[in-house]
């Protein structure tokens, strides 16, 4: 589960920008990349990215 402690300490691995939780994906608020969540974790890898 994704909580808001551990979406706090999260940036963007792009853009070191905050993210927030969307559509059960983490989403950049500065550059709006998109990131998977697997596994109950999140894939913050700028490969992974969807824009
Ligand atoms: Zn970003």
């Known amino acids: 589960m994704i909580d808001d402690a551990l979406l706090a300490i999260l940036a963007c691995p792009a853009c070191q920008g905050d993210v927030v939780l969307k559509d059960n994906k983490?989403?950049?608020?500065?550059?709006?990349?998109?990131?998977p969540i697997k596994d109950g974790a999140p894939v913050l890898l700028a490969d992974e990215a969807e824009k």
Do not use: G, L, S
Not at 26 to 35: H, K, N, P, Q
């Open 26 to 35: 983490i989403v950049c608020t500065r550059c709006a990349r998109r990131y």
